[in-house]
């Protein structure tokens, strides 16, 4: 059967809410790669996750999860599918074990091998209750799930948030070999954008509930600039490159959208600098609460 090389495709996706939309939201994960899902708090990240899964019903829109229709193909598709979230949801009373013989069953690919494995390099007794792991091992137990019953495509949601940077850099380095073998995908749903930084492939970026922009983190980081200057060098037109702008009595700095035509509109005048993706979220969020938009 034919599967495409997009593990995961969005089209359209829309959610409305009360009080919050997810607006017409499009975007593909490329097979073998990982994919960076960020945005701020209350932009829409989780939201769509939950649509993904289906633990949301959509208003519009497609979602196709190895080249299946996520809701016709659900159970097929669940069977390759791994996910992390920032909250625990296994049952704290049993411990590992236990929880373990609850799992299991559910998935065609189980490796009860690789999860002992697992549980062994990260340090973790079966005996133990869940509601005894600590922030971080729950994460761990998470993800030797996930590892163990050999899932194509990782979901996680904040997996970051809360944990020291030691157990953080050990997830990085597990997510970065994990998509060695270019089989297995992963999208990394988070605000912490320095992990993204070090392994990201692709970022997504959702504000508001709306796209920003999908696209490789390296021509994002190429395209994008950090803009420092006197003040004297704004004008009307000048401000119109800024995404985002912030002033103060030394000078300016901001978030352009275009490096090059930046660097000829000030030539030499002022800094031009590659950004990080913080900055890049930081200036795109604060332009669009204070009138900046992209020109």
Partial sequence: MFESRNVLEINGLSKNFNTFSLKHLSFNVPKGYIMGFIGPNGAGKSTTIKLILNLLK?????????????LQAEKQIKDRIGFVFDENYFYEELTIASMEKIIAPFYSRWNQAAFDQYLKTFGMFSKIKIKELSKGMKMKFSLAVALSHQADLLIMDE?????????????????ADLIQDEEKSVLFSTHITTDLDKIADYITFINEGKLVFSAAKDDILEQYGVVKGDKNLLDREAEKLFVGLKTNQFGFEGLVADKSLARRTFQERALVEKPTLEDIMLYTVRGENHGYAHS
Avoid: Q
């Avoid at 959509?58 to 996520?70: A, P, R, S, V, W």
């Avoid at 970051?160 to 030691?166: Q, R, W």
């Fill in 58 to 70: 959509k208003d519009e829109g497609n979602i196709k999860i190895f080249g299946l229709d996520h």
């Fill in 159 to 175: 997996p970051t948030g809360g944990l020291d940077p030691i157990v953080r850099a050990e997830l990085l380095e597990i997510l």
